[in-house]
């Protein structure tokens, strides 16, 4: 029996997929953190369960598998983590590939893949151009672990008179027990706890503070996207938990296009085409 298996893991979490010849899922999984970045040991741990939740007792020897990781571009994950896995055979890709391949399809088009992390790709013709993507540390720009410190960060120097105060800024404070508590959560925080704080500017839209940001957040979008826009003619589309947002916040700036799928039904498209 020929089965196929795509999993999508990042910052907040991974899931996978096991199908059969004919396209029937056989089972599903989930698991935790997989970013092979900055966690590479709980990266392979949480590949391992969520993939061993969606074999559900098939032979691995059977699977071709295609996994979509954040990460992957700058860890070397393509070289190091196919051996560590038990399939049949395997090929892991930065999840920009997956993003686009489950987005697009087949079609020419730009993907901003806004999560806890970010990348920007374009899909033309068959070639596949990335922009960003570089973590957490150095770039993601406009994810939700790059908005949730950037609004931290204004929120202690709002405080100090130093940015806009508001009602979030303060409710802020108070919901994290003073700017102290904000300092020592922000020193253990994962991408996901950041990601969360990002959450709370979404909800706050109007506030003033809240707006400022996103305002910002949008043009440092923009500029990642108008990068690969070759003539400001190819739609975008736009994915991951923030992707909403951010369509709204940019519509009519290009053509926009819902995606034909997620990440992970890229990583399962991918690995049904094959590879050799």
Do not use: K
């Amino acid at each position: 029996m020929r089965l196929f298996l795509g999993l999508d893991g990042g910052g907040t979490g991974c899931r996978a997929v096991l199908t059969d010849a004919d396209g029937t899922v056989l089972g599903r999984g989930e698991g935790g953190p997989a970013n092979v970045m900055s966690d590479p040991e709980g990266a392979v741990a949480a590949l391992r369960a969520c993939a061993g939740a969606a074999l559900g007792g098939h032979d691995a020897a059977q699977v071709t598998a295609v996994l979509g990781l954040a990460g992957a571009n700058t860890s070397n994950a393509a070289v190091w983590l196919p051996p560590l896995l038990p399939f049949g055979r395997v090929r892991v890709v930065q999840d920009a590939q997956t993003a686009a391949a489950g987005a697009l399809g087949a079609d020419d088009g730009i993907v901003a893949a806004m999560g806890t992390g970010s990348v920007f790709i374009r899909q033309s013709r068959g070639e596949v151009v990335t922009v960003g993507g570089w973590g957490p540390v150095l770039g993601d720009e406009g994810s939700g672990n790059w908005l949730g410190r950037r609004f931290l960060a204004h929120v202690l120097r709002a405080s100090d008179g130093l940015a806009t105060e508001s009602p979030l800024t303060r409710a802020t404070i108070t919901r994290h027990g003073g700017r102290n508590r904000i300092v020592a959560f922000a020193r253990s925080a994962s991408g996901a706890d950041f990601a969360a704080e990002a959450r709370h500017i979404q909800s706050h839209g109007n506030d003033p503070a809240a707006q400022e940001l996103l305002d910002d957040a949008a043009r440092v979008v923009a500029q990642s996207i108008a990068v690969l826009q070759p003539d400001a003619s190819l739609p975008v589309t736009f994915t991951g938990g923030l992707g909403p947002l951010y369509a709204g916040l940019l519509v009519g700036r290009w053509p926009q296009r819902a995606p034909l799928g997620s990440p992970l039904d890229g990583a399962l498209r991918l690995a049904r085409i094959g590879f050799d």
